[in-house]
């Protein structure tokens, strides 16, 4: 996406948020805001969804201030979540997730900073008891530059979640989420980003495509989500569609636009 | 370069043994809660191995560091420190509170030996006794995802709080950050 020219008008424009520019990518500018903003889909939450998988393709989005010192971070998953089985809060919503994403790393088109990833909420998180302690744990394991397939299943034989990028293990939970998790499990598939002036990868012009968006049943088989709707962006400049896929079921595509436009 | 150090090895085998392991080689000054030393003085006060903390948790959770001797040809610390940092730069609020030459091997990661999911799920460690710059970090707000909420808003309702826990592994022959772990 951006290369050495835009790296060199970034810096100029310094601490600058909101930049235009030309071309078809984003020139982010300084960091502010940190939450989490989406560009995806999801599915009913249903007793029948025991994980979820899809193919993801590989992109390369621009992280805010400069990539090789950027706070951001830019990812693409696919999750199964749920609400917690014994709070109503929001705030004890459980996922278990797996894809890949840029953290920080060397401007221009390499691909060190970029790593597959899984995160899955602890235990305490749905009972609301982390406390000051971390309600997450997240995995990182090698780089990416070619499309995969993420999955989350739980697995019959042991009751957990199992995380994974073609079939490698990345993590799997340190406990059966039956009991803490409410039994209706929803699947997930979206590009994210930590800060709104970080893309979430693809362009307009070379979309971030996540097909074979399919569930797992609770003996393993694997079938695809019929319906995945297409959630509502926190900013215009974030762009996902959802459309019938060749390979069967449905697709999503995700981009961003220029920065100026958000 | 770490010149100070150990030139100790031992098995982490438990958390247990990873105290004593670790207290022992150190003394008084590991076996209490130190502040973060700030990346500067991380990369000049070599003598800071990962802490007992951390290795606790990772014999917990099916990760075993080994300590080993440095040896020739292989990069230096402050290589692997710039490495992690240019890798993962979402970690810049925090503090290097560690880094250590070490073995690696991570039970959870890996090729997944058993396909079908009535048995069970052994795997084949995609890190097995790597070789390996081990840095450590907390006080950086950790990454932490979250679900879509269907109206678009973020459903992670919690402040971001810097209280991230890390461990990077850099490969210490070629220099790539090949794990990570925020726990």
Redesign the interface.
């Known amino acids: 996406m951006r290369g050495v020219l835009g790296a060199c008008l970034s810096a100029l424009v310094g601490a600058v948020a909101a930049v235009s520019w030309s071309a078809d990518a984003a020139v982010p500018g300084s960091c502010t805001n940190r939450s989490n903003y989406h560009a995806g889909g999801y599915t009913a939450a249903t007793t029948a969804v025991f994980g979820s998988r899809a193919r993801i393709e590989f992109n390369n989005p621009d992280l805010c201030e400069a990539d090789a010192t950027s706070h951001s971070a830019s990812v693409v998953w696919s999750m199964i979540t749920a609400g917690s089985a014994t709070s109503s809060s929001p705030s004890a919503d459980g996922w278990a997730q797996a894809g890949y994403g840029q953290f920080g790393s060397q401007s221009g088109f390499g691909t060190s900073g970029f790593h597959v990833f899984s995160q899955y909420t602890l235990k305490c998180k749905s009972t609301l008891t982390c406390g000051s302690g971390s309600s997450v744990k997240t995995e990182f394991g090698g780089t990416v530059t070619v499309s995969h397939f993420y999955e989350n299943y739980v697995r019959a034989s042991d009751g957990r979640i199992h995380m994974g990028v073609d079939g490698t293990q990345l993590d799997v939970t340190n406990y059966n989420p039956s009991g803490d998790w409410a039994p209706e499990y929803e699947g997930q598939f979206a590009g994210e980003v930590l800060h709104p002036q970080s893309d979430i990868a693809g362009t307009s012009s070379d979309v971030t495509t996540l097909d074979y968006l399919q569930k797992y049943s609770s003996s393993g088989s694997i079938a695809f989500f019929q319906v995945v709707h297409p959630a509502p962006v926190p900013y215009t400049r974030f762009h996902r569609s959802v459309t019938d896929a060749s390979v069967g079921g449905q697709r999503l595509d995700i981009w961003t636009s220029p920065l100026g436009s958000f | 370069m770490i010149s100070l150090l150990p030139k100790v090895m031992g098995i982490v085998g438990s958390a247990a043994a990873a105290f004593v392991f670790m207290s022992a080689l150190h003394g008084s000054s590991q076996a209490s809660a130190e502040p973060g030393l700030s990346r500067e003085v991380a990369l000049v006060v070599s003598d800071k191995p990962i802490s007992d903390d951390a290795l606790r948790w990772a014999s917990s ?1 099916g990760i075993t560091i080994k300590a080993v001797a440095e040896r020739a040809g292989l990069i230096d610390a402050k290589d692997a420190v710039a ?1 992690a940092e ?8 925090g503090d290097v509170r560690g880094v250590q030459l070490a073995e690696l091997t991570d039970d ?5 030996l ?8 052994r ?1 084949k460690p ?1 890190l097995d006794r790597a070789l390996v710059w081990m840095v450590e970090y907390s006080g950086f ?18 402040e ?2 810097a ?3 890390m461990l990077v592994a850099v490969d210490a022959v070629t220099g ?8």
């Open positions: 959770d490495r240019t890798d993962f730069a979402f970690l810049d609020d959870n990661y890996g090729e997944q058993e396909q079908d999911q009535t048995k069970p799920s795997i995609k707000v950790p990454f932490v995802s979250s679900p879509m909420s269907h109206d678009g808003i973020s459903t992670r309702l919690i971001p709080q209280n991230g826990r790539e950050a090949v794990w990570g772990v925020q726990y």
